[in-house]
């Protein structure tokens, strides 16, 4: 099984360490606390869209991704059982929206550099964000990939688009080949095998 995977969410629980930096940056400029079931559901839609939502101006994006990786970096562990699936799987490889930088730190942290073959950041790699289909495209003809793993839509429609089967993670909302809940040995099974 060769796989795509997403790293914010997917690979690593950092949605935390992202609500407390929104939540710093919605305080800062609006000088007041936000509810935070509320910007998580957007946040998981997509941090642009949270912003728009939230009234918080794009300038204030680099103060949100500072905060973010700084505290991914320190406080985001890897979801249990991640490190089995990505130890069975012939390649590995990631699109993500986050720095390659900060995205080798928190890979080297927890001892996941490893499995990966390549890592794409479309902001440090010159391609549009996801879900534009150009990263996925590159790293599919390269690597010839069966799935891709992700917890937001953003994540599987450039997938499908490219033709690979999806697998979304703890969003149950998303339409894909696949939904679970959590990586175990019936996950790597079902990744391995037909779909029926």
């Not at 996925?136 to 690597?143: A, L, R």
Request: aromatic fraction near 10%.
């Amino acid at each position: 099984m060769r796989i795509l995977w997403d790293l914010d969410g997917t690979i690593f629980n950092t949605y935390p360490a992202i609500l407390e930096s929104f939540c710093t940056v919605h305080k800062e400029f609006h000088g007041k606390q936000v509810d935070e079931v509320e910007a998580l559901r957007w946040l998981k839609r997509t941090s642009k869209e949270a912003f728009a939502h939230f009234g918080i101006p794009e300038q204030y994006r680099d103060r949100f991704k500072e905060l973010d990786h700084a505290r991914a970096e320190t406080g985001s562990e890897p979801f249990p059982g991640v490190e089995k699936v990505l130890a069975e799987a012939e390649v590995n490889v990631i699109v993500t929206h986050r720095t390659r930088e900060s995205t080798k730190e928190l890979l080297e942290k927890w001892g996941l550099a490893k499995y990966f073959a390549e890592i794409v950041s479309p902001d440090d790699d010159g391609f549009p964000r996801k879900p534009e289909v150009d990263a996925y495209q590159y790293i599919h003809d390269k690597y010839q990939l069966d799935w891709a793993i992700g917890d937001r839509a953003l994540d599987l429609i450039p997938a499908k688009q490219v033709g690979l089967r999806t697998c979304a993670f703890q969003n149950p909302d998303l339409e894909a080949d696949l939904n679970i809940e959590e990586y175990t040995d019936s996950v790597v099974d079902l990744l391995r095998g037909p779909l029926t």
